[in-house]
């Protein structure tokens, strides 16, 4: 059963940091892409960094020099380190992943977590 499950969300001050975890089931390398997507209130949900297989990235230009993407795949565990966080990076955080299975691409979404960047 396919399952992301994301932690680490809270309050920070602008000019921040803050590490994301997202557990991943059955595991990391199970996905053809996986990464970060976030939705502010009151707009669409974006794409913020997504990882290939092979560890190739692809950051949203907003956060490029500022967040990073990470996994541990002995561990299940995708991260998303986040550094200079400003008050527009205020959003829900998901954890994102596709496969692509007979033919077909399979999307998964974890839960959320939520991310307020405030003084």
């Known amino acids: 059963q396919v399952q992301l499950v994301e932690s680490g969300g809270d309050l920070v001050q602008p000019g921040g940091s803050l590490r994301l975890s997202c557990i991943v089931s059955?595991?990391?390398?199970?996905?053809?892409?996986i990464g970060w997507y976030r939705q502010a209130p009151g707009k669409q949900r974006e794409q913020v960094i997504v990882m290939n297989k092979s560890g190739g990235t692809n950051h949203a230009d907003s956060v490029k020099g500022r967040f990073t993407i990470a996994r541990d795949n002995a561990k299940n565990t995708l991260y998303l380190q986040m550094n200079s966080l400003k008050p527009e990076d205020t959003a829900v955080y998901y954890c994102n992943g596709h496969q692509f299975i007979n033919a077909t691409w399979r999307e998964y979404w974890g839960q959320g977590t939520q991310v307020t960047v405030s003084s």
């Open positions: 059955p595991g990391i390398l199970s996905f053809d892409y």
